[in-house]
């Protein structure tokens, strides 16, 4: 079965950095797009970033341009959501996702981290 396992989210302070990981298993996901998701207390789930099955290109929602850099490692099966700068607005569970190829089209889910940030 395909898994898709967030870690590294936390309790940091404002202007504090964090790395999120999301490692799946079942499969490669070398061939699809892969990013993030996050969903704040009585919010939506709203897109975060995403980047191309083969790493070459990336795209972020604005309210994270500048601050936030997604990467992967196709032979770790794994890609990552470096968060710098962050403010208490990111506060949020922050979901990977995989699917589609060269725009992200989820058709798998992780079960989402916790990042809180405190002003």
């Known amino acids: 079965q395909v898994q898709l396992v967030e870690s590294g989210g936390g309790l940091v302070q404002a202007g504090d950095s964090l790395r999120l990981s999301c490692a799946a298993s079942?499969?490669?996901?070398?061939?699809?797009?892969m990013g993030w998701f996050r969903q704040a207390p009585g919010k939506e789930r709203e897109f975060v970033a995403a980047?191309?099955?083969?790493?070459?290109?990336?795209y972020y929602a604005d309210s994270v341009k500048g601050r936030f850099t997604v990467s992967r490692n196709n032979a770790k099966n794994t890609v990552y959501l470096q968060m710098n700068s962050l403010k208490p607005e990111d506060t949020a569970v922050y979901y990977c996702?995989?699917?589609?190829?060269?725009?992200?089209?989820?058709?798998?889910w992780g079960q989402g981290t916790q990042v809180t940030v405190s002003s």
């Open positions: 079942g499969r490669t996901f070398s061939n699809s797009a």
């Open positions: 980047i191309r099955y083969d790493g070459s290109s990336t």
């Open positions: 996702a995989a699917g589609g190829r060269v725009v992200l089209i989820p058709d798998y």
